[in-house]
């Protein structure tokens, strides 16, 4: 699936009618979560029901097309179901190796042991209970709702809530792929204006010339990324470089009186400035991860829990600028595309372990070399990116039929070495035959 994002231009009376689609479609969503609270065994075809009783009721939800109330309910599932979802995974094994260190949870039956799957406790933590939207900043229309201009450079909405005709700028074309390959239309408000992204249905695949390399990736925050072969990529730290302008504009805000036309547009500068983080965060993990894909055959990284990470409230800013879930995203999705193989490799211990002999040397985090007794001498981040390098290349394994799969079954209840015999498949005598010259 690929999403083209272009830029809208129209009159103001025709932006008003998309934020009037905005709300209705806010209206409908939050709608199906209440019925969904009042009727908890609900399923997703019900609220597909529901939104036609609420277009019967509500005369401007009714001027909303009948598939965009429909994906405004779909967002009601879909936050349904992941509620869901992690209530399913509030109970696991006592003995499950912790995410992050790799060892069963202390205090339990197993800890220092092999884990055991028999003994379950509850896990703490909040599961994500559907809550009501009140800054919805999209509508989105399926098969039905809009028609493309021939020259593929304006679109029309043909609801009824009068948004009209839009025209299109921007860098992609559309005359690439036939009208019933796009599957969804979306309007977009972000604070520097209107976008309508197209969502066709494609499978990008991208054909290479093999790197015959492979590279490990340790993530920091005094350097992007260090490889294994001890390569280090900068930090951007937008978010750090931009703070002063963004304190700026926050005061500029909280002055204002609230309610008052010049609160609003303060609110929008301030919004720009988070827009230009997010987009240059964007932009960097994306040319980043292609490069890194374009330039090795197999690209192992640390499984990160991202999440579990801002909790120490010391380095939550740090972490939350470094992007690095957004940079993990695009190495797998170039991955796929460019059939590259990328591998998440569990962190624990990768910092300590020694790359050479293997022998754990702690160290705490102000400690920036890796000295061990075995000689090696090597910077800490580098150290972890050959042991993530390490145990990427020992998770792939064989592919396919093995050929000591037929050999399993032998009636002696050994695996015995297939011996190739001089009249095998391929029809050439084998050279380990007992008096061959070798």
């Not at 790799?102 to 896990?123: E, F």
């Not at 098969?143 to 860098?171: E, N, V």
């Not at 909790?311 to 940079?327: E, P, R, V």
């Not at 695996?415 to 008096?435: C, E, M």
């Amino acid at each position: 699936m690929l999403v083209f994002e272009f830029r809208a231009y129209a009159k103001s009376a025709q932006f008003v009618a998309i934020d009037e689609a905005i709300r209705a479609t806010q209206f409908i969503r939050n709608k199906c979560v209440r019925y969904w609270m009042e009727n908890p065994k609900v399923s997703k075809y019900d609220l597909n029901k529901q939104c036609a009783i609420l277009a019967a009721e509500f005369p401007f939800a009714n001027n909303l097309n009948s598939m965009a109330r429909q994906s405004a309910a779909e967002r009601a599932w879909a936050a349904i179901s992941r509620f869901y979802d992690n209530c399913k995974q509030r109970l696991v094994p006592v003995g499950e190796p912790d995410a992050k260190s790799g060892c069963a949870p202390v205090g339990s039956p197993d800890h220092g042991s092999a884990p055991s799957r028999q003994t379950r406790q509850k896990v703490s933590g909040l599961k994500g209970f559907p809550s009501f939207q009140k800054d919805n900043r999209s509508v989105e229309y399926k098969t039905t709702g809009w028609k493309l201009a021939f020259d593929r450079k304006s679109i029309a909405i043909t609801d009824k809530i009068g948004i009209g005709k839009l025209k299109l700028k921007g860098t992609r074309d559309l005359n690439f792929y036939q009208p019933d390959q796009i599957k969804r239309v979306r309007l977009v408000k972000r604070a520097d204006g209107y976008y309508v992204q197209f969502c066709i249905s494609v499978d990008r695949e991208e054909v290479i010339s093999p790197a015959k390399s492979t590279i490990g990736l340790d993530m920091g925050l005094n350097h992007f990324y260090t490889d294994s072969n001890g390569e280090q990529v900068e930090n951007p730290r937008f978010y750090r470089q931009a703070e002063k302008n963004m304190k700026r504009s926050q005061r500029l805000v909280s002055r204002k009186v609230k309610g008052s036309s010049n609160r609003r547009k303060a609110r929008v500068k301030l919004a720009r400035v988070h827009l230009k983080i997010s987009r240059q965060r964007k932009d960097h993990a994306i040319k980043l991860a292609r490069c890194v894909i374009q330039s090795n055959d197999l690209v192992a990284y640390e499984d990160l829990r991202v999440k579990n990470m801002v909790i120490n409230h010391c380095l939550a800013k740090s972490i939350s600028d470094a992007g690095w879930y957004q940079f993990r995203v695009w190495l797998e999705y170039f991955g796929k595309v460019f059939g590259r193989a990328t591998v998440a490799v569990n962190p624990a211990y990768t910092s300590q372990e020694c790359s050479s002999c293997g022998v754990i040397v702690k160290k705490s985090l102000s400690t920036r070399t890796h000295v061990c007794q075995c000689g090696c001498v090597l910077d800490r981040d580098e150290n972890a990116a050959i042991n993530i390098l390490n145990k990427g290349l020992s998770t792939v394994g064989h592919t396919g039929r093995s050929a000591l799969d037929c050999w399993a079954g032998h009636p002696t209840g050994r695996v015995t070495r297939p011996v190739p015999s001089a009249d095998n498949a391929q029809g050439d005598s084998s050279s380990t035959i007992a008096g061959a010259n070798l």
